[in-house]
């Protein structure tokens, strides 16, 4: 069993900054590929970036490319998602996802654990 505790996420104006952290427990976590998602009102779950078991691969959504950065550190057991040059459309709840499987989906369906996830804002 894996979980998961997203935190971080909050109010902050268009063109602020926020970091979220996802820490994990229950499993070696060094060993998975970690992805964030997230969630509009009225819109399905989608991918926003994903990172290898070592951090050395990263993969972006094209719309946080270049404003979005994700990164773990191992020995904390943690991952992290920092957002710079935030826009009123990244509003959402934020979720954190271990994939046990093969790694390096972008697919929701692929991830097996979930964290209850954290709201950010983005105020015009």
């Known amino acids: 069993q894996v979980q998961l505790v997203e935190s971080g996420g909050g109010l902050v104006q268009a063109g602020g900054s926020l970091r979220l952290s996802c820490a994990a427990s229950?499993?070696?976590?060094?060993?998975?590929?970690m992805g964030w998602f997230r969630q509009a009102p009225g819109k399905e779950r989608e991918f926003v970036a994903v990172?290898?078991?070592?951090?050395?691969?990263?993969y972006y959504a094209d719309g946080v490319k270049g404003r979005f950065t994700i990164s773990r550190d191992n020995a904390k057991n943690t991952v992290y998602l920092q957002m710079n040059s935030l826009l009123p459309e990244d509003t959402a709840v934020y979720y954190c996802?271990?994939?046990?499987?093969?790694?390096?989906?972008?697919?929701?369906?692929?991830?097996?654990?979930w964290g209850q996830g954290t709201q950010v804002t983005v105020s015009s």
């Open positions: 229950g499993r070696t976590f060094s060993m998975y590929y």
């Open positions: 990172i290898s078991w070592s951090g050395g691969a990263k």
């Open positions: 996802a271990l994939d046990s499987g093969s790694g390096w989906s972008l697919n929701s369906a692929d991830y097996d654990y």
